[in-house]
C-alpha cells in the first residue's frame, strides 16, 4: 500500500466519498424532515434542503413523547448497565487471566458460549426470573424437598419474591452479563507482562490493589472503547425495556417512545414532529462516540511502549 | 550466620525436574554471582529466593528464618528485572515509592525517601518523567532505586543489563559495585556473562543444568575449576581440553599418538584412565625448537585480537589455541611447538569430567 500513484489515491478517495455519502445520507434526511413543515414534507418529491421549522418540531417532539423524563431514564439504564458490564467484565477477565484453579478454562468458556445465547434468545427464562429473581431458589428448595420439611417444622410456608419488573434493576440487570467484554478485558490482560505481576508481588500489593493500582489504569484506553460500544448498545435496547416495564409512564426510555411519535392511523402525517424526535433521540449517543473518539487518539498518541 | 540458606532445594515444573537440589550458605553482606549458560535454572532459583515460584523440595532460609511459606512481601527481599517491570502509567517518583505507599508510609515520609533514593542513583532531574520517556539505563536506575527504597535484607538481580548496550553495561556494572559497596546489602546478581560475573562478584556460583558446579572466588573459579563444565565455561578464549591417558612412560597419549610428558603420576592418574587434560591458551607458549615437553603442532589459521593474536594449531587431531603476545606473522600450516606452564595444568576425569588434583 505504499504506492501513491495518481490513479491509486483517485480510487482511494472516491472510496472514502462513497462511503462517507452512505453514512451520512440517512442522518441528513432525518435532519432535513424534522426542519420541515407539515405542508413542506407533505411534498412530493420531498426537497433535500433544511428549512425552517427545526425548533417547533423538536419542541413539538419533546412534548408529544415526553422526552424530558424518558432522556432521564434512558440514561440512567445506558449508564448502569455499560458500568454494571465493565465492572463485571473487568473482572471476571482479572480471575480467569491472573488466577491459577482447576475450573479456569471451564469457567471461560461457559462465559464465552453465552455469546451465542443472546437476550432474544433467552427472553422468556429472563423474564420469568425477572419478574421473581428468587425464584431459582425457590424451585432448588422445592425439588429437594426443603419447602415441605420447613413448613412441617415451623409452620411457615417458603415462598421467596423478589419482583424486577417495573424497576431500574430490572431493566439493567438482565443485561450485564459480557462476554465480549470478558474476552476483551482477557485479551488486554494477557498482554500484560508477567514481571509487572511479579514486581507488584514483590513491591507488596495483594490481587485487588494490584487490580485497582495497575491494571486499570493501564487499561483505561480499552475500557473507554469498551464503555463506548457498550453505552450504544444498551441505549439502543428495545425489546427488553418494552417487556420488562408495563408502567411506561414511570419507566419507559425514550427508544420505546419513537413509536409514540410515529403519526398514527389515520391522524395527521406529521413525519417531521417524528424526524425531529429520532433526532433527540439519537443525539446522546453521538455525542458519546464524538467525545470518546477524541479520547481514543489521545489514549494511542501518549501509549507507552 | 548466613543470610540466605538454601538446602537441597528442587524444583519441578510438572514432572520436569529443573533443579536437581542446590545447598549454598551466603553469608551477610556478600555479593554472590549466579552464573551458567541459559535454561540451567539460574531465574528459578533466584524466583524460589524471592518467593514467586513455590519450591518443590528442600529448604529455603533468610536470615534465620524458614520461608519456604512466606510470602514474597514478607521475605525482606526487592529484585531487579530483567526488562525493568516498571509500572508505565506511574512518573519516575510513584514507581519508586510504590512499595512504601502499599505499605502506609505517610506521603512525606515517602517523598523524602524516594527523594533521597532517586539522588544516589542520579535520577533526581527525572522524577515526574514516564518510563516511556526514559532511555534503557534510566529505566534500569529507577528499577534499581524501587528496589533500594525499600531498605531490603536481600537484593536479588535477574538479568539486569542484559538489554543495555555494551557500554551502559560495564556502566552499570560499576554503579551496582558501589551501591553494593555503599549499602552492604546481600546480593544475589543472575547472569550468563561470565565478564558481568567475575568483575562483580565475591563468590561465584556456577550452574549447569540444574546442578551447582563449583561455588567459589572469582579467582579460584579460574585457577582450579572444579570440573570439565567450568573449566570449558569460565575464560575467554576457552580452555585447550585435550581428551586421552597416560601411559606406563607417564606420557600423556592423545589424539592420533600425540604424546606429552607430563607431571608424576599418582592413583587417580594411573595408566589407561580415560581423562582430560586442560590448559588456558593464556599457558600456551610457542618456542620453534623441539624440546622435551614440547608437542609439535600445525598452525591452522591466527585469530587477531589487536593486542594480542590467538593461534588455532592442530596437535595430532587436536585443536589447540595459544595466545600469542609477539606481534608475528606465522603463515598457515606452519610447523610450530607448544609448550605447556607444568602448574598450569588441570586434569579432569573423562566420565564425571570431576577435577583430579595431583597430590590428592
Ligand atoms: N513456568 C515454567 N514452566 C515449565 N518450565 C519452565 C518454566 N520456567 C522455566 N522453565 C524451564 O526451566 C528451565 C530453567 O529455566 P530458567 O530458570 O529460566 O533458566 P535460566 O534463567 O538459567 O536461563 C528451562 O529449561 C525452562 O525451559
Ligand atoms: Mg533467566
Redesign the pocket.
Known amino acids: 500500500m505504499i504506492e501513491r500513484s495518481p490513479l491509486f489515491n483517485a480510487i482511494s478517495y472516491a472510496m472514502m466519498v462513497i462511503g462517507f455519502l452512505i453514512v451520512v445520507t440517512p442522518f441528513w434526511v432525518v435532519l432535513v424532515a424534522a426542519s420541515q413543515s407539515l405542508s413542506e414534507i407533505a411534498r412530493v418529491p420531498m426537497s433535500l434542503w433544511p428549512s425552517a421549522h427545526l425548533w417547533e418540531n423538536i419542541e413539538a417532539a419533546w412534548n408529544r413523547a415526553d422526552l424530558g423524563p424518558k432522556l432521564l431514564n434512558s440514561l440512567i439504564v445506558a449508564l448502569g448497565v455499560t458500568f454494571g458490564k465493565i465492572t463485571i467484565a473487568a473482572l471476571s477477565a482479572f480471575s480467569i487471566v491472573f488466577f491459577n484453579y482447576r475450573a479456569r478454562m471451564v469457567c471461560f468458556w461457559m462465559i464465552f458460549v453465552t455469546l451465542m445465547l443472546p437476550l432474544e434468545v433467552r427472553i422468556v427464562p429472563t423474564y420469568s426470573i425477572a419478574a421473581n429473581a428468587l425464584s431459582p431458589f425457590q424451585t432448588l428448595l422445592d425439588t429437594l424437598g426443603l419447602t415441605g420439611l420447613i413448613s412441617a417444622l415451623t409452620g411457615v410456608e417458603v415462598s421467596l419474591n423478589w419482583n424486577l419488573l417495573n424497576s431500574y434493576t430490572g431493566l439493567i440487570l438482565p443485561l450485564v452479563a459480557t462476554a465480549t467484554g470478558t474476552f476483551l478485558y482477557r485479551q488486554f490482560f494477557m498482554t500484560v507482562p508477567d514481571e509487572l505481576v511479579e514486581a507488584s508481588k514483590m513491591d507488596g500489593s495483594g490481587p485487588m490493589r494490584f487490580f485497582f493500582d495497575v491494571l486499570i489504569p493501564l487499561s483505561r484506553t480499552n475500557m473507554l472503547a469498551l464503555a463506548t460500544i457498550m453505552f450504544v448498545s444498551s441505549w439502543n435496547q428495545y425489546l427488553w425495556p418494552l417487556l420488562v416495564t408495563t408502567d411506561r409512564e414511570n419507566y419507559g426510555t425514550v427508544v420505546m417512545q419513537l413509536k409514540a411519535l410515529i403519526p398514527a392511523q389515520n391522524g395527521t402525517p406529521d413525519w417531521n414532529v417524528t424526524m425531529a424526535g429520532a433526532l433527540i433521540i439519537m443525539l446522546p449517543p453521538l455525542v458519546i462516540v464524538a467525545l470518546a473518539q477524541r479520547w481514543f487518539v489521545r489514549g494511542l498518541i501518549s501509549r507507552d511502549k | 550466620m548466613a543470610a540466605i540458606t538454601l538446602k537441597s532445594v528442587k524444583k519441578n ?2 514432572k ?1 525436574p ?1 533443579i536437581h537440589g542446590v545447598n549454598v550458605e551466603i553469608e551477610a553482606g556478600e555479593f554472590i554471582v549466579i552464573l ?10 533466584l524466583r524460589m529466593i524471592a518467593g514467586l515460584e513455590e519450591v518443590t523440595a528442600g529448604e529455603i532460609h533468610i536470615g534465620d528464618r524458614l520461608v519456604n511459606q512466606v510470602e514474597p512481601r514478607d521475605r525482606g527481599c526487592a529484585m531487579v528485572f530483567q526488562n525493568y517491570a516498571l509500572y508505565p502509567h506511574m512518573t519516575v517518583a510513584q514507581n519508586i515509592g510504590y512499595s512504601l505507599k502499599v505499605a502506609g508510609v505517610p506521603r512525606a515520609q515517602r517523598d523524602e525517601r524516594v527523594r533521597a533514593v532517586a539522588k544516589s542513583v542520579g535520577l533526581e532531574d527525572y522524577l515526574d518523567r514516564r518510563p516511556g520517556q526514559l532511555s534503557g539505563g534510566q529505566r534500569q536506575r529507577v528499577a534499581m532505586a524501587r528496589a533500594m527504597v525499600r531498605e531490603p535484607k536481600v537484593f536479588l538481580f ?1 538479568e539486569p543489563f542484559s538489554n543495555l548496550d555494551a557500554k551502559l553495561r560495564v556502566a552499570m556494572r560499576a554503579e551496582v559495585r558501589r551501591l553494593h559497596r555503599d549499602l552492604g546489602v546481600t546480593s544475589v546478581f ?1 547472569t ?1 556473562d561470565q565478564t558481568e560475573a567475575m568483575t562483580l562478584a565475591d563468590r561465584l556460583i556456577i ?1 549447569n543444568a ?1 546442578r551447582v558446579e563449583q561455588i567459589g572466588k572469582p579467582s579460584e573459579v579460574y585457577n582450579r575449576p572444579a570440573s570439565r563444565f567450568v573449566a570449558d565455561f569460565i575464560g575467554s578464549p576457552a580452555m585447550n581440553l585435550i581428551e586421552g591417558m597416560f601411559d606406563e612412560q607417564g606420557h600423556f597419549v592423545y589424539g592420533r599418538g600425540g604424546r606429552l610428558a607430563a607431571e608424576p603420576l599418582n592413583g587417580q592418574r594411573r595408566p589407561g584412565r580415560k581423562l582430560v587434560l586442560g590448559v588456558r591458551p593464556e599457558a600456551v607458549r610457542r618456542t620453534n625448537e623441539q624440546k622435551p615437553g614440547a608437542i609439535p603442532a600445525l598452525v591452522e589459521y591466527i585469530e587477531e585480537l589487536g593486542a594480542a593474536r590467538l593461534i588455532h594449531a592442530d596437535a595430532s587431531g587436536t585443536r589447540i589455541v595459544a595466545v600469542e603476545t609477539e606481534n608475528v606473522d606465522i603463515p598457515s600450516g606452519a610447523p610450530v611447538h607448544l609448550e605447556f606452564n607444568d602448574d598450569a595444568l588441570h586434569v579432569f576425569s573423562a566420565e564425571d569430567g570431576r577435577r583430579i588434583d595431583a597430590h590428592a
Open positions: 515444573y510438572g520436569t529443573v551458567g549458560p541459559s535454561g540451567c535454572g539460574k531465574s528459578t532459583l535477574d543472575v550468563h550452574m540444574g
